[in-house]
C-alpha cells in the first residue's frame, strides 16, 4: 500500500522513501554480489595481473639499514663550561635530527665523498616502471632510434650535483625508532653493497657535519671572545683609572679597607668618650672633697673615696689615739693627763688631714679642668671631623659606582678571559651528540616485495571492483525488486510478473486455434491470443499466481457485494499494462466472478487490436449514443470473458473528454450493476491525461513497472501529477522480470520461492479444467 500522509483536497500525497529503513543487510550484500560478482572478478583479475607485470619487469631493490644514537651524555675532556647553550633532548629536537639526516649539506657531503656524480644510477634517468617499460621495448629490433636520450647534451657539475642529490634524496627514508632516541636511516638502491655503502656513508657525513657545525660555532664565538675581551680590558682599565683619579681628588685615603677620615673619626670619638668619663670622675672626686669638714675627715668613708696613703695613716693613727684614749679615759677618767694628750694629738691629726684634704681638692680641681679643657678640645675637633667625614660620605657616594662600574668590567673581563680559554680548548676537542650504534650490512631485497604487491592488487582489484559495482547499482536506476517498489515509492508491490517465453506462448495459441477451429460465432475474441491468455495457459505458474495476488488485494479493499472498478495504468508506454489488465480479467471471469475488460486507451487501443481485430463498434459509440453496450461486447470462448472493445476510425483529440463524460460515468454505472469487476485499460501517464481525466470514476487503480526499465523519479514524477489515482492506488505490480536476475538480487527468495512455481509447471502442466 502506498505511505501517504493527509495533502491538499482531501486527498492524500505520497512520500517515497529514498533510503531504506533497516539498512544493509547480510542478505542485501550477498545479493549485491550475485548481481556484481562477474565485474569485481575482472576488476580483480585486472590489478592482480598489473601487479604481476609490475613484479616480473621492475629491478629488484636493496634496502640498507644504519642507526644513529642521538645522546645527550656526551664525552667531556675538560671541566668546562660550554661556549654555546645546550638544550635538552626532547622528541622535538630528535625530530630536528631527522631532518637534518635529510637535508642537502648532508647529502652533497656523501655525494662528493663517493662520487655519485660519476655514477650512471645517480645522474641518469630514474629506473621508473614506465622508463623500464620504454628500456625493454627499444630493445627489440627496429626501436632503437626512437628513444634516444641526452647523452650527447653537456651537462655542468652543478646539475650532476643536483642529480645525483635528488637521486639520493628520493632513496632516502630517515624515520625515528619509536619514542627512542634512537634515528634509523635506510638507503634503497639496485645494488645490495652500495646501499650499505651509501648508508653508511650518509651516517658518518651526518656526524661529520654535526662535528664540523659545533667547531665552527665554537670558532665564530671565539673570534668574537677575542675581540670583546680587547674591548673589556680597555674599558676595565678606563674604569679603574676613573676610581684612582676620584680618590686623589676628593682625598678618599684608605686604609686596611677603611677611609683614614673615618679611621680618625672613630678615634676622636673614643677618645672624647673618655675624656668625658675621666672630666665626670675628676668633678665627682672634687665634689666629694668640698663635701668634707673637719669632723669627719677621719671618716673611714672619706679614706676609702679618696684613696690617698697620708689620710689612710693619719685615720690609722688616729684610730690608735682613739683607742689608746678609751682605754685609758675608762681606766683612768677623762681627765687623766694622759687621755687629754690622746685628745689633744686626736685633734692635731684632724687638722692634718683637712690640710691634706685642701691639698687633695687644689689637685683635684687642677685635674678637672684639664679635663674639661681637653675634653673641649676633642669636641671641637670632633665636630670638624663630622663636617669633613659629611663630605667624604658624600664622595663615597660617588666612589662606590665608580668602583662598582670598575668591578663589573673587571668581573666581565675575568669571565670572558675564562670563556675564551674554554673554547680554545674545545676547538682542539670537538664533540657531537649523535654516534653509529648498528652500521649498516648489505642490504636486504626490499623492492618490489611480491607479496605486498599482489596483496595491495588484491585489495585494490576487490575495492576497485567493489566501487565500480557500486556505481553500476548506483547509475542503474530503474526498479527491479519489490524492495526497490516499496522503498523508493512507497507503493506495495503486489508481486512481479516474469517475463514470459515465446516458444511456450506460440504452443499454447496453437492448441488453442486447434480445438475451435470453426466453433466461433459472432463477436468472439479470438481464440489464439498468446500472453492476453497467460493465466490459462499457465494456472501454476509465477505469472498466474501473481495475478492472484492483484485479486486478494482488490477483494479486501472492497465490501463483498459492492462492484469494483480497476484501472490498470502505467508511467510510460510498452510497460505491459494492456497484458496484464487483459490477465487480471480473464482470471477473475475464470475465478468464477463476471468480468467486464474496456479498453479504455482511446489514443491507442492495443487490446482491440489483439481481441477483437474485426470490431468495428466500441467504447466511442457508445459514448455518441450509436449503439448499446449489448451491441459491441464481445466474449472469451474459454473463460467467458466480456470485453469491450474501442474501435477508431480516425484518430481523435478529445479523448480525455469522452473518458470524463456523463455518458461516460453513466456506462460506468449500468455495468456495476451487471459485474462483479470492471477492469479498464487505461491510457499510460506519462504522454496524455486521459487516466487523470477518468479517475473520478474509478475505484482502485494498478500501476504496471516494466522491470529494469522504468525509472523511479518519472513513476514518481507522473504519479506526483494525479493525486486522485495516488489516493487510490490499489498497488503496482514488476512486469517483464527477468527470473535469472531476480535469483541473484533476492537471494533469500531464490532457493525456494521461483523454483517453486517452475516444480509446479513441470510436474501439473495444464489443468484439466483447460478447455483445450
Request: net charge neutral; glycine share 6%.
Amino acid at each position: 500500500m502506498l505511505k501517504r500522509s493527509p495533502g491538499q483536497n482531501g486527498y492524500a500525497a505520497m512520500q517515497p522513501v529514498l533510503v531504506d529503513e533497516n539498512g544493509f543487510s547480510l542478505p542485501d550484500i550477498i545479493g549485491f554480489l550475485r548481481r556484481q560478482w562477474i565485474v569485481i572478478a575482472v576488476a580483480l583479475a585486472v590489478t592482480v595481473v598489473l601487479g604481476l607485470t609490475y613484479v616480473l619487469i621492475m629491478p629488484p631493490q636493496y634496502t640498507a639499514k644504519v642507526q644513529l644514537l642521538i645522546d645527550s651524555h656526551k664525552v667531556t675532556p675538560f671541566t668546562q663550561q660550554p661556549i654555546l647553550s645546550e638544550l635538552t633532548l626532547d622528541s622535538t629536537l630528535v625530530d630536528s635530527q631527522v631532518e637534518s639526516l635529510r637535508s642537502e649539506v648532508v647529502g652533497l657531503l656523501v655525494v662528493q665523498k663517493l662520487r655519485l656524480t660519476e655514477d650512471p644510477e645517480f645522474v641518469g634517468k630514474a629506473q621508473s616502471l614506465f622508463r623500464s617499460l620504454v628500456s625493454k621495448i627499444a630493445n627489440f629490433p627496429g626501436f632503437g632510434g626512437l628513444f634516444l636520450g641526452t647523452e650527447g647534451k653537456v651537462v655542468s657539475d652543478n646539475e650532476l650535483s643536483r642529480r645525483a642529490l635528488q637521486h639520493l634524496k628520493n632513496n632516502l627514508m630517515v624515520q625515528r625508532v619509536g619514542r627512542t632516541y634512537v634515528v634509523e636511516v635506510s638507503y634503497r638502491s639496485f645494488d645490495s653493497e652500495r646501499a650499505a655503502i651509501i648508508a653508511n656513508a650518509i651516517g658518518e657525513a651526518y656526524i661529520t657535519d654535526a662535528v664540523q657545525a659545533n667547531f665552527n660555532a665554537t670558532k665564530r664565538a671565539s673570534d668574537w671572545l677575542q675581540d670583546r675581551i680587547g674591548e673589556l680590558r680597555q674599558e676595565a682599565d678606563t674604569a679603574d683609572r676613573a676610581v684612582q683619579d676620584y680618590r686623589a681628588k676628593h682625598n678618599l685615603t684608605e686604609a686596611s679597607g677603611r677611609l683614614v677620615s673615618d679611621q680618625q673619626l672613630t678615634d676622636v670619638n673614643t677618645q672624647l668618650v673618655q675624656a668625658r668619663v675621666a672630666t665626670a670622675e675628676a668633678k665627682a672626686r672634687l665634689d666629694r672633697i668640698l663635701t668634707i669638714d673637719e669632723t669627719s675627715a677621719t671618716d673611714a668613708a672619706v679614706a676609702d673615696s679618696l684613696r690617698s696613703e697620708v689620710i689612710n695613716k693619719i685615720r690609722q693613727q688616729y684610730l690608735a689615739a682613739a683607742k689608746r684614749d678609751t682605754e685609758i679615759s675608762e681606766r683612768y677618767g677623762i681627765d687623766h693627763p694622759a687621755a687629754v694628750n690622746l685628745r689633744r694629738e686626736m685633734q692635731q691629726l684632724r687638722s692634718i688631714a683637712m690640710q691634706e684634704l685642701r691639698r687633695i681638692a687644689e689637685a683635684t680641681r687642677s685635674d678637672y679642668e684639664i679635663a674639661k679643657t681637653r675634653q673641649a678640645s676633642l669636641e671641637r675637633s670632633l665636630h670638624e671631623m663630622i663636617g669633613n667625614a659629611n663630605d667624604a660620605k658624600q664622595a663615597s657616594v660617588a666612589l662606590r659606582t665608580l668602583e662598582s662600574s670598575a668591578q663589573s668590567y673587571r668581573t666581565l673581563y675575568d669571565s670572558f678571559l675564562q670563556r675564551l680559554v674554554d673554547s680554545i680548548q674545545q676547538q682542539s676537542f670537538p664533540k657531537t651528540e649523535a654516534r653509529v650504534i648498528t652500521a649498516a650490512t648489505k642490504g636486504r631485497k626490499s623492492e618490489p616485495n611480491t607479496l605486498f604487491v599482489v596483496g595491495v592488487a588484491v585489495m585494490a582489484g576487490l575495492f576497485g571492483g567493489i566501487g565500480i559495482a557500486f556505481a553500476r547499482e548506483q547509475l542503474d536506476c530503474v526498479l527491479k525488486t519489490r524492495r526497490q517498489v516499496e522503498n523508493l515509492l512507497g507503493i506495495e508491490c503486489l508481486g512481479v510478473l516474469p517475463q514470459v517465453d515465446n516458444k511456450e506462448v506460440q504452443k499454447h495459441q496453437m492448441a488453442a486455434a486447434a480445438q475451435y477451429v470453426g466453433k466461433l460465432g459472432p463477436r468472439i475474441i479470438a481464440v489464439e491470443l498468446g500472453l492476453e491468455r497467460q493465466v490459462v495457459h499457465s494456472p501454476f505458474s509465477l505469472f498466474t499466481e501473481t495475478m492472484r495476488s492483484i485479486k486478494v488485494a482488490a477483494d479486501i479493499s472492497t465490501a463483498v457485494d459492492e462492484a469494483l472498478l480497476i484501472g490498470v495504468v502505467s508511467a510510460m508506454p510498452g510497460e505491459g499494462k494492456s497484458t496484464v489488465a487483459a490477465n487480471l480479467a480473464q482470471l477473475l471471469t475464470k475465478a468464477g466472478s463476471r468480468a467486464l475488460l474496456i479498453d479504455s486507451d482511446l489514443r491507442y487501443p492495443t487490446l482491440t487490436k489483439r481481441m477483437a481485430p474485426k470490431a468495428r463498434t466500441g467504447l466511442l459509440q457508445i459514448l455518441d449514443g450509436s449503439a448499446t453496450a449489448d451491441d459491441v461486447i464481445w466474449q472469451d470462448p474459454i473463460t467467458k470473458l466480456d470485453f469491450l472493445p474501442a474501435f477508431l476510425e480516425r484518430p481523435i483529440a478529445h479523448s480525455a473528454d469522452l473518458l470524463a463524460s456523463p455518458q461516460m460515468r453513466q456506462l460506468i454505472e449500468d455495468m456495476r450493476s451487471r459485474y462483479k469487476y470492471v477492469v479498464l485499460d487505461l491510457p499510460p501517464l506519462g504522454p496524455v491525461v486521459d487516466a487523470k481525466a477518468a479517475s473520478q470514476l474509478i475505484d482502485k487503480f494498478l500501476l504496471v513497472i516494466e522491470w529494469g526499465e522504468t525509472s523511479p523519479i518519472a513513476v514518481q514524477e507522473m504519479l506526483g501529477s494525479a493525486e486522485v489515482i495516488q489516493a487510490r492506488l490499489l498497488g503496482a505490480v514488476l512486469n517483464k522480470a527477468d527470473v535469472a536476475a531476480l535469483k541473484r538480487m533476492e537471494p533469500h527468495q531464490a532457493k525456494g520461492f521461483y523454483s517453486y512455481y517452475s516444480y509446479l509447471e513441470a510436474k501439473l502442466g495444464r489443468t484439466a479444467d483447460a478447455p483445450y
